[in-house]
């Protein structure tokens, strides 16, 4: 028998084996070859290239226009993560009470995560368009047109309309995540806070919404992901603008590699972005177990 255990795991390495070879090739390589990169003067063209040590991070922390981007990035998440996970929680207990259509606004609400980034943004850039766009006609049409604003022209809130437009697009992820869990509870609960008293709304959010800890720890990993990754949506709605107000650190990247020709001071943001994803979500699944 113990002969026959080892045979099937060394059969079972080998299956495993070319999914190992492919994640190596696709994900730790191309780790790697940024780190070896990041320590050279490399402009991504051509064929030489010098080590310098450590001076593209050097550079990197003292630049400005890099902890703008970190800045960003930390408003971006708070303000899509937190929200969107908020807005999602609400909506699937609302849809879990089998309203009328609920099955459709389901379809509605998880429309846009099926749509992709540029759509969304072609779509978002014609609403919030400063001279004809339908929200300041919209405003204007019910006589606050004082509220018109260019809503991605505006340093002071591009930001904020870069975060609107997130929301929209991946708040049906969170509603359909919170919807799973809603499924997987158990009815005793809610007959037993029925019975202690408990409101609607005091049993979502003092009874129902603790017991989704797990899957709100989970929202929050991705979100930091998600908002590391960043690129798309911020490149086709502002470039980054208007000045730096919505820079993120994948945009600065991006400048940097192929407008700077710096493919070395890339990849040292390349690697920062990595180190921070990795310490954020070991804190958040560290959090997670003492809870």
């Keep these: 028998m113990k002969k026959l255990g080892k045979k099937n795991e060394k059969i079972a390495y080998l299956y495993i084996l070319p999914l190992l070879v492919l994640s190596f090739a696709l994900v730790y390589y191309c780790i790697i070859d940024t780190a070896f990169v990041s320590f050279t003067d490399w402009d991504g063209m051509s064929d030489s290239f010098q ?46 009470r089998k309203l009328f259509g609920s099955n459709v606004f ?62 929209f697009q991946w708040m049906g992820f969170s ?61 086709l709605l502002t470039g980054g603008g208007p000045g730096r107000a919505t820079t993120v650190m994948n945009t600065y990247l991006y400048e940097k590699a192929f407008n700077d020709f710096n493919a070395g001071g890339a990849a040292s943001i390349g690697v920062a972005i990595l180190i921070i994803a990795m310490i954020m979500s070991f804190l958040q699944i560290k959090l997670g177990k003492e809870d």
């Design 51 to 96: 080590f310098v040590g450590l001076k593209n991070y050097t550079k990197m922390l003292a630049d400005g226009v890099f902890w703008k981007s970190v800045t960003n990035n930390i408003i971006f998440f708070v303000g899509t993560v937190f929200i969107q996970a908020l807005l999602g929680f609400i909506l699937a207990v609302f849809l879990k």
């Design 106 to 167: 389901k379809a509605i609400y998880f429309l846009p995560i099926a749509m992709a980034t540029s759509i969304i943004t072609a779509i978002f850039k014609i609403i919030m368009d400063p001279t004809n766009g339908t929200l300041n006609q919209f405003l204007r049409a019910i006589h606050l047109g004082g509220l018109a604003q260019s809503w991605l022209g505006d340093p002071k809130i591009a930001l904020i309309s870069v975060i609107v437009v997130n929301i």
């Design 175 to 235: 509603m359909i995540t919170y919807y799973a869990g809603l499924m997987a509870l158990p009815d005793d609960i809610y007959e037993a806070a029925k019975i202690d008293g408990a409101g609607f709304w005091r049993t979502t959010f003092s009874v129902t919404f603790p017991m989704l800890k797990g899957t709100t720890n989970v929202l929050i990993i991705l979100g930091i992901v998600g908002s590391l990754k960043t690129f798309d949506l911020v490149k």
